[in-house]
């Protein structure tokens, strides 16, 4: 048995020759190997495919439930979350996931009482969040995205880090997506 996991950039391969006990959950023992090798994000088994495909069609359909309408699958909640590619070459990578994820939190809080919203995060989707997370290229582009945004009345987060007053990321409520994707449409995944 061969158990592969992935973990940012690398993936760890154990292959197990022996059990420690005869219970039916795989243990390592102390005779395994385990082998590390780079990690390529093409060739990466556990990425969806949607990592190699356009902001328009880049997120995951859910599983079948064997009754789900197909119009229902494509109109699923999501939240886009957009980065500043200058930022993400330039900062500490923590940090700037660290920005998506306060942009993220505060576009869910500040519209906590709004249906999709209250939707996205019920108990019965809490494990199933679709959130797509794009890049433009720097500060001129995250604000006159923001302001495009809301010249079409879509509501979003634009996150500005204090106090160096730096926008640095946008959030979007969530929106089926249907409704918000067209808005993103030429924007590149986040690599």
């Not at 390592?28 to 060739?43: D, Y």
């Not at 957009?82 to 809080?109: K, M, N, Y």
């Not at 494990?127 to 979003?156: F, P, R, Y």
Request: proline share 7%.
């Amino acid at each position: 048995m061969t158990c592969v996991i992935s973990a940012s950039r690398f993936a760890f391969s154990i292959s197990k020759s022996t059990r420690l006990c005869s219970c039916s959950s795989p243990r390592v023992s102390p005779s395994s190997s385990l082998s590390l090798r780079s990690w390529n994000r093409n060739s990466n088994p556990f990425s969806s495919a949607s990592m190699s495909q356009s902001a328009e069609t880049n997120s995951v359909p859910p599983p079948d439930d064997g009754g789900a309408k197909a119009e229902e699958i494509a109109d699923v909640l999501i939240q886009y979350v957009v980065l500043r590619r200058d930022l993400i070459d330039s900062w500490p990578l923590g940090s700037v996931v660290t920005q998506g994820c306060h942009a993220s939190v505060s576009a869910i809080w500040l519209n906590k009482d709004d249906p999709h919203t209250s939707d996205y995060c019920s108990p019965h989707n809490i494990d199933s969040m679709h959130k797509v997370t794009l890049e433009v290229k720097g500060e001129t582009q995250i604000v006159n995205l923001s302001e495009k945004l809301k010249a079409n009345s879509i509501v979003h987060k634009l996150w500005i880090e204090q106090p160096e007053n730096i926008p640095t990321c946008l959030a979007t409520k969530p929106y089926p997506k249907s409704i918000v994707s067209p808005f993103f449409k030429k924007l590149k995944l986040c690599k």
